[in-house]
T-cell receptor, first 114, second 114 residues
Framework: AQTVTQSQPEMSVQEAETVTLSCTYD???????LFWYKQPPSRQMILVIR????KQQNATENRFSVNFQKAAKSFSLKISDSQLGDAAMYFC???????????WGAGTKLIIKP | DVKVTQSSRYLVKRTGEKVFLECVQD?????MFWYRQDPGLGLRLIYF???????EKGDIPEGYSVSREKKERFSLILESASTNQTSMYLC?????????????FGEGSRLTVL
């Protein structure tokens, strides 16, 4: 069975510092997508970053970047120059190629200390 | 921008009541989803709809039903609410889930069953 594990229920970081959120997954598939979604308090969930498994290059979106280690089945999210607006729940998710199902991790609550 | 609107942000119902949660998207998306979000469990798929009147059960369909009479509207129905259905319910939509898998979410409906 495909699973996604986020081992850090909560993380905190000082404003302007860098933080890394961990995610591991289990799959026997070779073609898949990985995602990080952000859910701010009382606001809708939005996509932060997406990685296609066939791409070796790590995805980057402004201050957000991933470290995708396919062999290790690891997909961590690095947030640089943390801002107060980054405070949210972050969910890691996996999707097998053309399947409609996303498999979700339990989430990591990120706290930004001013 | 894609907009996914959930009819109620907060609901309080009594055990045994029938509950309707409605979701409307304005971007002509084919695919719509209902998820349940509980702390420590991530998102769990209740039902998925890939076209009008078409639906598929997700991981936890028991106690729920859905209706999709129009492309833009996807309703979740709790025929007889129970206390263990107290949760946050998230609606999402996407143009083509088999393509990239990016979902667009509503703000969520927090249901309390007394």
């Amino acid at each position: 069975a495909q699973t996604v594990t986020q081992s850090q229920p909560e993380m905190s970081v000082q404003e302007a510092e860098t933080v890394t959120l961990s995610c591991t997954y289990d799959t026997s598939e070779s073609d898949y997508y990985l995602f990080w979604y952000k859910q701010p308090p009382s606001r809708q969930m939005i996509l932060v970053i997406r990685q296609e498994a066939y791409k070796q290059q790590n995805a980057t979106e402004n201050r957000f970047s991933v470290n995708f280690q396919k062999a290790a089945k690891s997909f961590s999210l690095k947030i640089s120059d943390s801002q107060l607006g980054d405070a949210a729940m972050y969910f890691c998710a996996y999707k097998w190629d053309s399947n409609y199902q996303l498999i979700w991790g339990a989430g990591t609550k990120l706290i930004i200390k001013p | 921008d894609v907009k996914v609107t959930q009819s109620s942000r907060y609901l309080v119902k009594r055990t045994g009541e029938k509950v309707f949660l409605e979701c409307v998207q304005d971007m002509d998306h084919e695919n719509m989803f209902w998820y349940r979000q509980d702390p420590g469990l991530g998102l769990r798929l209740i039902y998925f709809s890939y076209d009008v009147k078409m639906k598929e059960k997700g991981d936890i369909p028991e106690g729920y039903s859905v209706s999709r009479e129009k492309k833009e509207r996807f309703s979740l129905i709790l025929e007889s609410a129970s206390t263990n259905q107290t949760s946050m319910y998230l609606c999402a939509s996407t143009l083509n889930v088999a393509d990239t898998g990016e979902l667009f979410f509503g703000e969520g409906s927090r249901l309390t069953v007394l």
